[in-house]
């Protein structure tokens, strides 16, 4: 139960604030020499997540389920910006899987998500909504998110980062990368879902406290990011992500 909330926090404050989820689920166990979240457990604490974003959420996503103008606009903004990483995942699943068994590469991947966080106090912040975003701008931050696939590079980070350099004000750039990763959280969770149900695992209760504890700690990590961002921007979290990066690599 212990380790079940432990995995469900580090997953719920790491996959909104710009650190890596993956990188960390990754380092952490192999840092504490304990093995990762098994195939059900990450794959819980992934829609516990998705959970904290949905309900956090819940009125941008009421306003698309008008399906008006405005709302089609963005649902399609969504869908480009999300083609990017569904094509990246099916072509490089191997190599991404070869990625996760080095936490070596992992540790040296959130250095590089540090050194691209720090970058972003060079760029002029601009004061676009989400609304604003273009289809060439959506593609970009896809693109962006897509690089997130590696583990040690963090997807919030990218986007966020991504939206920064299309203009986007950084509570906006925030909103719209999180508006999109729901599809990718989502579709994380049901595939790992899938993995699950055809080995014939079950879901133990220990494994659905780790969902609420990933779900909880998710939705402050989302409500704490929205409130900081415009006063200390990322920079903090690039020191972090080199910080923590350079102490895991020479450790392991």
Request: hydrophobic letters at 55%; a neutral charge; one cysteine or more.
């Amino acid at each position: 139960m212990i380790d079940a909330i432990f995995w469900g926090i580090i997953q719920g404050l790491t996959e909104f604030l710009p650190i890596s989820s993956s990188g960390h689920l990754v380092v952490v166990p192999a840092l504490l020499d304990r093995p990762a979240p098994d195939l059900a457990t990450s794959a819980l604490l992934h829609l516990g997540t998705l959970v904290a974003v949905i309900v956090y959420f819940r009125h941008d996503l009421l306003r698309m389920a008008k399906f008006d103008r405005p709302a089609r606009r963005m649902i399609s903004l969504l869908i480009i910006g999300t083609v990017p990483a569904v094509v990246l995942g099916v072509l490089f699943e191997d190599r991404i899987s070869d990625i996760i068994s080095d936490p070596v590469l992992v540790a040296f991947m959130l250095i590089v998500t540090g050194v691209v966080l720090l970058g972003t106090t060079l760029m002029r912040i601009g004061d676009r909504r989400a609304e604003d975003v273009r289809p060439g701008d959506s593609f970009l931050i896809g693109v962006a998110q897509a690089a997130a696939l590696v583990p040690g590079i963090s997807r919030s980070g990218m986007t966020i980062s991504a939206g920064l350099a299309r203009g986007l004000s950084r509570t906006e750039a925030a909103r719209f990368a999180f508006l999109l990763g729901i599809p990718v959280i989502a579709g994380a969770g049901f595939l790992e879902g899938l993995d699950v149900m055809s080995s014939g695992s079950s879901i133990s209760a220990e494994v659905l406290v780790g969902m609420l504890a990933a779900a909880l700690s998710g939705y402050a990590a989302i409500s704490v990011l929205l409130r900081l961002l415009n006063r200390f921007g990322l920079a903090p979290y690039g020191v972090y992500c080199v910080i923590v990066g350079a102490l895991a690599a020479l450790a392991l």
